[in-house]
């Protein structure tokens, strides 16, 4: 391999692979026959964000949060109960949750990733165990174990994206501005920082890196990603109950990073389909759903370390590359 | 007589559970560096098992053995079939696969053993002994009586017995434990045996009081969890004291201020217990700040 | 440029002191060689320059600025660059990217910034220097190889290309040789005093006698901890204690060693004249 090698280059590659895919997903409305099919298109981009959101925390950071459905829940719950309970415009709502989650995992950060170690893990499963506790029995604001109903509809510029139509629009925008800030993160100085750590923080440390700076700003914008997602979850269901965010729902969320590649640019994308469609196949199953689901987990883990997307990649850039020496030889032709 | 000792009482009784659930977690955390998921699926399997034996007609010693033994093997095939694949077992890799352990385990239990919750007789009968006004159900002396009589076995087993300390070291310095001859896998597979049988017995012990059901085991688990960072991840003595400060803590926290907050009361304790004393009440600090 | 002033430092291992009120001056753009015999507490020397290991006494000064209580990445972004012993590679990086984490701390670009992409001329900037650093190594041909598809001599080379990037005042090797087959240690040597030369004061960590000689403006050398002499490559060659140190006989014990017959040890400190090439291979098992 002598051709040079640049992240610059990368970043833009990754870029055009998004812009060609999300231009490939506004086919989706027209493909769905029904509501039904369509909405799982909306909650595969709401799927992305949570787990491409901890893919930059877990998979390029080297550290676990498994409050991830917990941000997701603050998220569904900040903005319903604002809007609901307070009568505030749901976009108004959707910006609270997005910074009321960033902030709360400042608050979580600050103190538990100054410890070396896996102390985050154990910081995020209390608190999503809180937050757990706090959505169920707090029953005059969030509706308790009933849930929380009559959560309105988004209205954005005179724009009502109540029907699934619609939604699916904003929820794409969402997905795919998601993308692009990671590719372009990813291949920036800071993200540099962030792998570097995760590999080595003696190493870091001698690059001048902040390695807690590093994991801290990760966290964050996982758990902010999470809160985006979960205010859109809410407004789209007008719905939320509290078991849609326990520590199980987390630990999903967890398998689904793995599953679709930890660390790899593009297992979100892999994680989030089947994040959105095992559900529906794992029905099938019917009792023994948990345990198809459990060993599925083993054989990932064991076998497919690198997830999907390692597996994928590779034939995808070999494809590429006939492709390309394809479309030389025919240009060459005379 | 004020509801406070029957508070500290009901306190002590959890809180022992508690700690033999941490003495688990501890356990494997020392000899993969991981948070074992599985510990409180463990615990609700030995609770499971015992009752199914119950309910077979098996006298009460016997189903209790049988939900140790049961859970023992399920703890050692989980480590030779499924960990021992691992080409490099972080901590970070082992603690997922455990977490798929768990979610199996959880499952298997309720496909063979049923969704309805079970129960066991106390041990000594229910009659509640009437001590100065001081009500206590006779299974609660069981379980302190049975905790205590753990804790001083595993005390004496890491201090005293050859595998006990073969497995520290390995613990505490692979390479060099090998060099001795000593086989880590080996102590790994102990490891595992141990605190399932642990987790087992006290799912056992503990369901005449409180009942048992496939899903039971992870709330019990992060209790256990939580009672370990309490004490001091990876110390036994801390695994006592945590385990009887949590129980206390919930059990003062549910009677006197509020039932619906109670479970977030070991959380709160984990959280605190991360950010002002991440080694543990009887931890010295071993934890490394950046 | 920059001058590195370590004044009566000590480091602690528990009952261990590993470093014993240690003091040196490497001057602005001269090589210092720190040597000694295995266990003289070199590497935590290091370690305690660049802030790893926290000393119980003592200062570090660079340019007359006590830098002793900044972490290690505060050290580092104020241009005190290191390779380690070990390497501390990003194994699944590539080897360009690699390099351009040196650049770190010279990047001024913040995260919101990184994160909107608003930073391409400095990262294009990065990118150039980069490859400029790996072609002066002679690994411009690898830049897209992942760090870990290197073999070891091409893996310590990347080590010092990677601190090179950083723009250093001061930059601490750490056996830059240990390792590198013999063919390619001159090579190295002369990377190091090319380094040198565009005006990086260097503090220089080696087991190979020849070299230290060779390339050091002055030498410093360490016994159990401590400072034991320091001046002149000639002179310190010359010093009976340096001699004994080496060879162990610091005490008058061991009669009959005379300095000079023993082989393939690093009593080429004493006779570095002597050295061609055997002494050269010891640092390969250190």
Known sequence: MSQAFSPAKQCERRLATVAVLWIAFLAWPLLAGNDYVLSLGVYFFINLLLIGGLNLLMGFGGQISLCQAGFFGLGAYVSGVLSVRAGWPPHAGVAAALILSTVSALAIGLPALRLRGNYLAMATLGFNAILTVLFTELVGLTGGPNGLSGIPPIILAGVDFGSPQRFYYLAWAAGGLCMALLAVFLSSRAGRALRAVAASEVAAASMGINAFNAKLLAFMFSAGAAGLAGALYAHFNQYASPETFNFSASVLIVVMVALGGWGQYWGPIFGAAVFTAVPELLHKFQDAELLVFGAGMIVVLLFLPQGIAGCVAPIATRIAAGMTLLARTRATRP | ?290 | MASLQIDDLCVDFGGLRAVNALGFTAAEGTIKGVIGPNGAGKTTLFNAISGFVRPSRGSVRLDGIDISTLASHERASRGLSRTFQNLQLIPDMSVLENVMLGSHASLRAAWGASLLGLARREELAAEALALEKLELLGLADRSAVPASDLGFADAKLLEIARALAGCPRVLLLDEPLAGVPLEEQNRVVEIVRAINRTGVTIVLVEHNMRVVMQVCDEIVVMHHGAWLAEGSPADVAQSPEVIAAYLGTAHGAAPGTAPGTTQGTAAGAAYPQTDAAGHGTRGNHA
């Open chain 2, 1 to 290: 007589m004020g509801q406070l000792p029957n508070l500290l009482l009901a306190g002590l009784s959890t809180g022992s559970v508690y700690a033999l659930v941490a003495l688990g977690f501890n356990v494997i955390f020392k000899s993969t560096g991981a948070i074992n998921f599985a510990q409180g699926e463990w615990v609700m399997m030995g609770g499971m098992v015992a009752a199914a034996g119950h309910a077979a007609q098996w006298p009460l010693g016997l189903a209790v053995l049988l939900a140790v033994v049961t859970v023992m093997v399920t703890g050692i095939l989980s480590e030779r079939v499924i960990l021992r694949q691992l080409a490099r077992p972080g901590p970070l890799v082992v603690t997922l696969v455990m977490i798929a352990i768990a979610i199996c385990t959880k499952s298997l239990v309720m496909l063979v053993l049923g969704k309805n919750p079970a129960s066991l007789p106390g041990f000594s009968g229910s009659t509640p002994i009437d001590w100065g006004g001081l009500r206590i159900h006779p299974q609660t002396l069981w379980i302190i009586g049975i905790t205590c009589l753990v804790m001083v076995g595993a005390h004496a087993f890491f201090e005293r017995s050859i595998l006990g300390r073969a497995m520290r070291a390995v613990a505490a310095q692979p390479e060099a434990a090998a060099l001795c001859g000593i086989d880590p896998r080996m102590a790994m597979a102990l490891a595992f045996a141990l605190a399932a049988a642990t987790g087992a017995l006290a799912g056992a012990i503990i369901t005449p009081l409180t009942l048992t059901s496939f899903d039971y085991g992870t709330v019990l688990g992060f209790k256990g969890f939580s009672a370990a960072m309490l004490g001091g991840m990876g110390s036994l003595p801390g695994a006592l004291v945590g385990g009887i400060l949590l129980g206390s803590l919930e059990s003062l926290a549910g009677g006197l201020i509020s039932s619906h907050f109670k479970d977030a009361v070991a959380f709160l304790a984990l959280l605190l217990t991360l950010f002002l004393r991440p080694a543990g009440v009887l931890g010295k600090g071993e934890v490394e700040r950046v």
